[in-house]
């Protein structure tokens, strides 16, 4: 007979679960990581070259986007994840073992932001290298503000999953909402230039925040601890529904 | 020892399980018997804490799934009937996972997982993904996550389904291996001779009711009257009917074609008997034919529906 694992090591075993399936499926990464070399040596190249405002590298501007919103698009898997699971019947199998849904939640939530992290550990080095601030310290601090918002697009990838029940339309939404979120940001340009209408939303978008923490961290650029705030406030709303609706689910939904 | 106490679960207004009320014993294989549809399946999820029984209690080891399913769920492992895991992993990394995840030790997990796939000849196939290999190859590696766990309440959902007649008599063996070791099995099945050779009791299910429960022999043994001596003649001798009605046990008696169908009790002891006295009339007897109550007739009898 078998000993009952410590909750720790129940997470940890979820979290494995998730990394060992994102490694299984080398297409996703491999194309995403494509995309992240081809944007930053690319097209960042060129437009750096095009654009000519006195003290702004947009290279190095665009570096730090390109793992952010590399990392929010690897953080949105994780909903996709949990309905195919749904759908697959396997979700009976993972209620079954031995471990309260609360804790289920909460590693499912965890395991979609510590994949994304890792997935993007090596690209954060390596824009911290090529923006000459290879530091402990921003390297470090930027994984932090990596995972934080990982943990919140989780959350919210999660939330989508829970509310939207055909798996057509949540293709479509968690597209729209994986461009949105990159796309209404200051993550792959800087907020002065962004389309007057959009420019709030962009404002307060975690995407902006995380971009722009990080850009401090590795660049110096100024900021305000408004981001952070910003950022831990997406990260409470998101993740706090996200295990709720998961939670109400498997509460309620399936346990009629 | 499991306890199902007026347990009824809905979906929608749709009742798949309606007031069961039944016990499984420590250390028993307790077949649950029904068609597809009959309510099995939901009463193993509700056991299992996956579904909550709309009303009712359903006990394991005196605990309540609905006041302490963690505690539950650390006792039993179940087997879907279709296969429920990661198809993108490997068997090998399923059952590791499954392993880790149900807390057994690194050295005895990996024996587990070695001696249960060099039983069922996946040692090889167990590095490919699980999406690329056959239905009953898929079936073995569903079944072989609780022969890993080994846990103290394994449930298994059609064990047998899509696998080939070797396959299935080695799941039989290691089932029966599980329960030697102090396991309490619930085997929910379709197939009769899985079911009357596996259990020490079986439920029959139908509609969503538990309508009989008991040892195979003791229910095909409510059936007693019923059984049936078909002795083919070489031509048909209506004479004998007058005959062979005379012992007490026959309870009716009638040729159909050259064939003489006796009803009777004992049938089994009274198979020589009745060829004498067929013969001692000067009948020439070219077959004799026994048939006596199957688990099947023992469930169209309850049901009145038939199994397959």
Known sequence: MSQSPSALSILWVLIERDLRTLVKSPWILISRTMFFFIQLFVFATLVNKLVNIPGFNYFEFYSVGAVVSTITSIAFIIGADLFEEEELGLLDYLLSLPFGHSLFVFGRALGGAVRALIYCAPMMILVAYLDGMLTPTAVLGSYVVLFVLATGISGLSITLAMVIRNENRFDVVIAMAELATVRVSAAIYPLYYIPKVIQPAAAVSPVTSASDLIRLLVLGTPTGAYELVELALFVAIFFGLGSVFLFRKLEGGRFE | ?308
């Open chain 2, 1 to 308: 020892m499991i306890e199902f106490r007026d347990v009824w679960k809905s979906f929608k207004n749709v009742y798949a399980v309606r007031g069961v009320t039944c016990t499984v014993q420590d250390k028993e294989i307790f077949g649950l018997l029904g068609p597809n549809g009959a309510g099995k399946t939901t009463l193993i999820m509700t056991m299992a804490t996956v579904y909550r029984a709309t009303k009712g209690d359903v006990l394991v080891e005196g605990h309540n799934v609905n006041t302490e399913p963690e505690r539950v769920k650390e006792l039993i492992g179940i087997a879907f009937q279709d296969a429920k895991y990661d198809r993108i992993l490997t068997a090998r990394e399923i059952l590791q996972w499954h392993g880790k995840v149900t807390g057994i030790d690194k050295s005895l997990r990996e024996k587990r997982i070695d001696d249960t796939l060099a039983k069922f000849g996946l040692t090889t196939e167990a590095r490919k993904r699980t999406w690329t290999l056959s239905g009953g190859t898929k079936k073995k590696i569903e079944n072989a996550k609780i022969f890993v766990q080994r846990p103290k309440v394994a449930v298994f959902d059609e064990p047998t389904a899509y696998l080939d007649v070797p396959s299935r008599l080695m799941v039989w063996e290691m089932i029966d291996e599980l329960r030697d070791e102090g396991s309490t099995v619930v085997l929910a099945t379709n197939m009769m001779d899985e079911a009357d050779r596996m259990s020490d009791r079986v439920g029959i299910m139908s509609k969503g009711e538990m309508v009989q429960v008991g040892p195979p022999d003791k229910l095909k043994g409510t059936l007693r009257g019923r059984d049936v001596i078909e002795l083919k003649l070489k031509e048909p001798m209506p004479e004998l009917l007058g005959e062979v009605t005379k012992v007490e046990e026959v309870h009716d008696a009638r040729f159909e074609g050259d064939v003489l169908k006796l009803e009777l009790s004992n049938g089994r002891e009274l198979l020589p008997h009745m060829i004498n006295v067929v013969t001692a009339k000067g009948g020439q007897i070219q077959s004799a034919n026994l048939k006596e109550p199957s688990l099947e007739d023992v469930f169209l009898h309850y049901t009145g529906t038939k199994l397959t």
